[in-house]
C-alpha cells in the first residue's frame, strides 16, 4: 500500500479525499448518499467548521473543509467515517461493519488558487450530480450540508 497524502497541520483548510474499503461501490440509494450529507454536516455544525465545496460518489467522497484552530480534521474525519459505517450497516440491518478505507488524504489549502482549483476539480462533470456543492455553485440550490460559498 502506498504512501497516503497527508498535510499534518491539525486546522486550516484542506482538499479531503476519502474512499471506501477496496474502493468498492457501497453507496447506491438517495438514502445512503443523505447520510453521509447529514453526517458531514453534523460533525461540520460540531467542530463549527466551514465546507466550501463536496461532492459524495458511490464509493468516495472529496470535500474542501476549514477546521478552525483548536480543532482537528483527523478528528472531525475519524467521527464522520465511524459514524457513517455504524449507520450505513445499522440500515441494512448489521450492528457494524468495515466501510472506509482506514485513512484519508488530504491536501492544505495555502492559497486562494489551489482552493478554486480543487473546487473545480469536485464540481468537474457533476454539474447534474445531486450530492455534491456544485448545484449550490451555479443554481444556489442548498441540500443537506451549509455550503459556505467561495468566490471565483
Not at 467522497?61 to 459505517?85: C, E, Q, Y
Not at 440491518?93 to 486562494?112: C, E, M, N, P
Request: charged content about 25%; proline content about 3%; glycine content about 6%.
Amino acid at each position: 500500500m502506498g504512501l497516503r497524502h497527508r498535510s499534518n497541520f491539525p486546522s486550516g483548510a484542506f482538499f479531503v479525499t476519502t474512499s471506501t474499503i477496496n474502493r468498492a461501490v457501497y453507496f447506491s440509494v438517495d438514502a445512503d448518499f443523505e447520510m453521509i450529507e447529514r453526517n458531514i454536516e453534523f460533525y461540520r455544525n460540531r467542530e463549527n467548521a466551514m465546507i466550501f465545496g463536496y461532492v459524495v460518489m458511490p464509493n468516495h467522497l472529496h470535500m474542501i473543509i476549514s477546521i478552525p484552530v483548536g480543532g482537528s480534521i483527523s478528528n472531525f474525519m475519524r467521527d464522520f467515517k465511524r459514524i457513517t459505517a455504524r449507520k450505513f450497516y445499522r440500515s441494512r440491518g448489521f450492528k457494524s461493519g468495515r466501510l472506509w478505507q482506514d485513512r484519508f488524504d488530504d491536501v492544505a489549502i495555502i492559497t486562494k488558487e489551489v482552493a478554486q482549483t480543487k473546487l473545480n476539480y469536485i464540481h468537474q462533470n457533476v454539474e447534474d450530480w445531486k450530492y455534491s456543492s456544485a448545484r449550490f455553485y451555479l443554481f444556489g440550490e442548498k441540500r443537506f450540508i451549509a455550503v459556505t460559498g467561495m468566490e471565483p
